[in-house]
């Protein structure tokens, strides 16, 4: 079955920079990349996904861009603001397969004021 | 337009007891999937249901049952609880298009605690 691996596990940043969140899968067959956005004790919320025929996508301050030879895609928050600190998941499926979605060990994102 | 609704939102069982959980999902939307999501951890895939039958499963022993209603609702059954089966049980809904389905949408989640 699927594995994905996201790194890093945790991710302090100052307002105003960059943060860059970076997931692996194993399963060649994969061609649906979501990206999920929990605050604590709320629901995980998808900010952007990115399908196996698009290398980028973006929206706003948030992009994908997914490398399917290597098999890895990242997230990237330009401009980050506090509100942005949240636990970031990346997931992976294969469309068909109902949606279910593999998920990774999430990315705790803290900015910093 | 009222999303995916969950109940109760937190319950304590013992070892040895079954627990019911139950989902509504997001307006329009016809399939339901559940996740378990252990403290400090991404959601797991339990199963989906679409049209009242269990579409997919990952790797969860039969004590986790479920049940897809007409009106598209859905539970969650967990018989025998462990310990090991605190967490944090999440549904969520999307709609079947052909081979590629919507986003899912996820509900708040069902923090079980079991002592």
């Known amino acids: 079955g699927e594995n994905v691996e996201q790194h890093p596990s945790t991710l302090s940043v100052q307002e105003g920079d960059s943060a860059v969140i970076k997931c692996t899968y194993s399963d060649s067959a994969s061609n649906y990349f979501p990206w999920y956005k929990q605050e604590l004790g709320k629901r995980p919320q998808l900010i952007i996904d990115i399908r196996s025929n698009v290398g980028e996508k973006k929206d706003q301050r948030i992009a994908v861009t997914l490398n399917k030879t290597a098999k890895h895609f990242s997230l990237h928050i330009t401009e980050t603001q506090p509100e942005d600190s949240a636990v970031y998941f990346c997931a992976a499926t294969v469309s068909g397969s109902a949606r279910q979605l593999t998920f990774g060990s999430g990315t705790q994102l803290t900015v910093l004021p | 337009d009222a999303g995916v609704t969950q109940s109760p939102t937190h319950l304590i069982k013992t070892r040895g007891q079954q627990v019911t959980l139950r989902c509504s999902p997001k307006s329009g939307h016809d399939t339901v999937s559940w996740y378990q999501q252990a403290l400090g951890q991404g959601p797991q895939f339990i199963f989906q249901y679409y049209e009242e039958e269990e579409r997919q499963r990952g790797n969860f022993p039969d004590r986790f049952s479920g049940h897809q209603f007409p009106n598209y609702s859905s539970e969650l059954n967990v018989n025998a609880l462990l310990l090991g089966d605190s967490a944090l049980y999440l549904c969520?809904?999307?709609?079947?298009?052909?081979?590629?389905?919507?986003?899912?949408?996820f509900g708040n989640g069902t923090r079980l605690t079991v002592t």
């Open positions: 969520a809904s999307s709609i079947q298009t052909g081979a590629n389905n919507s986003p899912l949408h």
